[in-house]
């Protein structure tokens, strides 16, 4: 079975600044994806940004970036030039890849809030 | 494009009481999840269908609860009785069968008394 683990309960930082949560995983899998979500108030869970496990560059996606590091299975998620926006429950989850659709093993979230 | 629906947003039931949640998927798409979110916590799956068939449901607690996706679209999650630990959030999330990204609804964020 796969966990997921994110150490963080709460982060706090001024708008602006960045700011990384971090995620650990373990799994036998060789083969698999690594997401962060987001949910904000509204409880609707937002995909951020996606890691395929075979790649070895690291995820970009606008302002959001992330440091996987497979042997260490770790997953971090940096945001740079924090927004008052993106003050929400940050989820880092693991889907392994076979053919076809899978379900997701998320962390307990880390509560990001940015204060203006 | 509409996205996942979920009905209703807020239910309010005393315990050993029935309820029962709706989610109405995106068009198209085959793949239909629900998953459970105590607070505080990260959602986790409660059952997977593939078009009509539930292909994991090993996480769904049988004894009380039940799922159902008549042809293959919308599906209906129901608990009978509830119990005080069912307060949560039921997510539902819906994609296509050969993708990873799962699009999920609001949720209805039960709370038995």
């Known amino acids: 079975a796969q966990t997921v683990t994110q150490s963080q309960p709460e982060m706090s930082v001024q708008e602006a600044e960045t700011v990384t949560l971090s995620c650990t995983y373990d799994?036998?899998?060789?083969?698999?994806?690594l997401f962060w979500y987001k949910q904000p108030p509204s409880r609707q869970m937002i995909l951020v940004i996606r890691q395929e496990a075979y790649k070895q560059q690291n995820a970009t996606e606008n302002r959001f970036s992330v440091n996987f590091q497979k042997a260490a299975k770790s997953f971090s998620l940096k945001i740079s030039d924090s927004q008052l926006g993106d003050t929400a429950m940050y989820f880092c989850a693991f889907m392994k890849r076979p053919q076809g659709a899978q379900k997701l093993v998320f962390g307990q979230g880390t509560r990001l809030t940015i204060n203006p | 494009e509409a996205g996942v629906v979920q009905s209703p947003r807020y239910k309010i039931i005393e315990k050993k009481q029935p309820v029962a949640f709706w989610c109405n998927p995106i068009s198209g798409h085959n793949t239909l999840y629900w998953y459970l979110q105590n607070l505080g916590q990260g959602p986790e799956l409660l059952i997977r269908?593939?078009?009509?068939?539930?292909?994991?449901d090993s996480q769904l607690p049988k004894d009380r609860f039940s799922a159902e996706r008549l042809k293959g679209v919308d599906s209906t999650l129901k608990i009978q009785p509830a119990e005080l630990g069912d307060s949560a959030v039921y997510l539902c999330?819906?994609?296509?069968?050969?993708?990873?990204?799962?699009?999920f609804g609001p949720g209805t964020r039960l709370t038995v008394t």
């Open positions: 999330a819906s994609s296509l069968r050969t993708t990873y990204e799962q699009y």
């Open positions: 269908y593939e078009n009509e068939e539930a292909v994991d």
């Open positions: 799994t036998s899998e060789n083969n698999y994806y």
